[in-house]
């Protein structure tokens, strides 16, 4: 069974720091694209972040320079740094397995998401 | 980008109804489109696929139109279930995945 286990969301400061991880398990994790996608309270679904199981990175206009991701495949983990951040920042995070390996296909499993509040 | 909108933004309706919620897309995307259901308190989970194909477990009263610009999600017999919030989701940009607004299905 496919799990994948966000944590790290708080209460933060606006220009603050904060690193989210996601623990997958069910599935051979190095092969699939992984993305993060969030949602801010009320609203609807923001794509975030993705990384191939080879290796390419991209990132949304509206964090890029201020986010990173990452991965383990060693520890069939994935993460997000995010920096500077912002008031609009603040949503549940989601991460979220690809169908696909080298370029995203589509959505198939979703984590139940952290919650990261930015606020003074 | 690839600006991606969605029609009704809510509707109204009573089970045992057809319903149909519209996906446009701001340039072509072949059949790079995604459908997804989201409950209140729940994480989204993907309906329809490349614009017409049915995810594995996904009931076939759900069902999917569409290639180039305009698509559709159909859910041909409305059940108490389905009341919920459906987004469209272009894949065809593979640095940029943008999202439809949603369209928000409750009872009448």
């Known amino acids: 069974e496919v799990q994948l286990v966000e944590s790290g969301g708080v209460v933060i400061q606006p220009g603050g720091s904060l690193r989210l991880s996601c623990a997958a398990s069910g599935f051979t994790f190095d092969n699939y694209v992984m993305h993060w996608v969030r949602q801010a309270p009320g609203k609807g679904l923001e794509w975030v972040s993705l990384?191939?199981?080879?290796?390419?990175?991209h990132y949304a206009d509206s964090v890029k320079g201020r986010f990173t991701v990452s991965r383990d495949n060693t520890k069939n983990s994935l993460y997000l740094q995010m920096n500077s951040l912002r008031v609009e920042d603040t949503a549940l995070y989601y991460c979220v397995k690809d169908k696909g390996a080298r370029s995203s296909w589509f959505f198939d499993y979703w984590g139940q998401g952290t919650l990261v509040t930015v606020s003074s | 980008d690839i600006q991606m909108t969605q029609s009704p933004s809510s509707l109204s309706a009573s089970v045992g109804d057809r319903v149909t919620i519209t996906c446009r897309a701001s340039?072509?995307?072949?059949?790079?489109l995604n459908w997804y259901q989201q409950k209140p308190g729940k994480a989204p989970k993907v309906l329809i696929f490349a614009a017409t194909s049915l995810q594995s477990g996904v009931p076939s009263r759900f069902s999917g139109r569409g290639s180039g610009t305009d698509f559709t999600l159909s859910i041909s017999s409305l059940q108490p279930e389905d009341f919920a919030t459906y987004y469209c989701q272009q894949s065809y940009s593979t640095t940029q995945f943008t999202f439809g607004p949603g369209t928000k299905v409750d009872i009448k």
């Open positions: 990384f191939s199981g080879d290796g390419n990175i």
């Open positions: 340039q072509s995307i072949s059949t790079y």
